[in-house]
Antibody, heavy 121, light 107 residues
Framework: EVQLVESGGGLVQPGGSLRLSCAASGFTLTTYWIHWVRQAPGKGLVWVSRINSDGSTTDYADSVKGRFTISRDNAKNMVYLQMNSLRAEDTAFYFC??????????????WGQGTLVTVSS | DIQMTQSPSSLSASVGDRVTITCRASQTISTFLNWYQQKPGKAPKLLIFATSLLQSGVPSRFSGTGFGTDFTLTITSLEPEDFATYFCQQSYRSPRTFGQGTKVDIK
């Protein structure tokens, strides 16, 4: 069974840092791009970042560029999101998401359960 | 960035109703359009990819059509488990962008 399990969320003060982790199982992580998508409580889905299968290319939303860093360790089946200089507007559930590159239109076919990040003093 | 606009933002319907949700892209995206269903407190779930292809396990009452900039998601006969929020998403170009969502609730 494909599983993506996020951890590392919590309460942090503005300006602080958190590192989110995503543990992948049930599939070969090395063949998939992975995204982070966030959702503020009661709001819509917002793409945050993605990393390609071998970690050689990354991409970020303008709102997090320069503050967030995505990385992966395929040997450990893990993907990470390092979040620095956190702001109140970063408060959201953060989902780790698999992109199915072998499917037409590259859908996001498996989502983790999400981890809540709250930025507040 | 490609902007995705869904309509309506919400709708009320009854079990057995036919429901149609539209999604418009700010520029052409060919058929690179995916639909997701999200229930309260849960992660989104892939319903339809590449405009019209049903993800494994998704009931056939769900269907999708469109090309270019205009797309629709149709539920032919609403079931109780279909009350949820639906999001479209383009995967034509980075950054991936989502519509704002359409909440389907019980009339």
């Amino acid at each position: 069974e494909v599983q993506l399990v996020e951890s590392g969320g919590g309460l942090v003060q503005p300006g602080g840092s958190l590192r989110l982790s995503c543990a992948a199982s049930g599939f070969t992580l090395t063949t998939y791009w992975i995204h982070w998508v966030r959702q503020a409580p009661g709001k819509g889905l917002v793409w945050v970042s993605r990393i390609n299968s071998d970690g050689s290319t990354t991409d970020y939303a303008d709102s997090v560029k320069g503050r967030f860093t995505i990385s992966r360790d395929n040997a450990k089946n893990m993907v990470y999101l390092q979040m620095n200089s956190l702001r109140a507007e970063d408060t959201a559930f953060y989902f780790c998401v698999r992109e199915a590159r072998g499917y037409s239109a590259y859908p996001m076919d498996h989502w983790g359960q999400g981890t809540l990040v709250t930025v507040s003093s | 960035d490609i902007q995705m606009t869904q309509s309506p933002s919400s709708l009320s319907a009854s079990v057995g109703d036919r429901v149609t949700i539209t999604c418009r892209a700010s520029q052409t995206i060919s058929t690179f359009l995916n639909w997701y269903q999200q229930k309260p407190g849960k992660a989104p779930k892939l319903l339809i990819f590449a405009t019209s292809l049903l993800q494994s396990g998704v009931p056939s009452r769900f269907s999708g059509t469109g090309f270019g900039t205009d797309f629709t998601l149709t539920i032919t006969s609403l079931e109780p488990e279909d009350f949820a929020t639906y999001f479209c998403q383009q995967s034509y170009r980075s950054p991936r962008t989502f519509g704002q969502g359409t909440k389907v609730d019980i009339k």
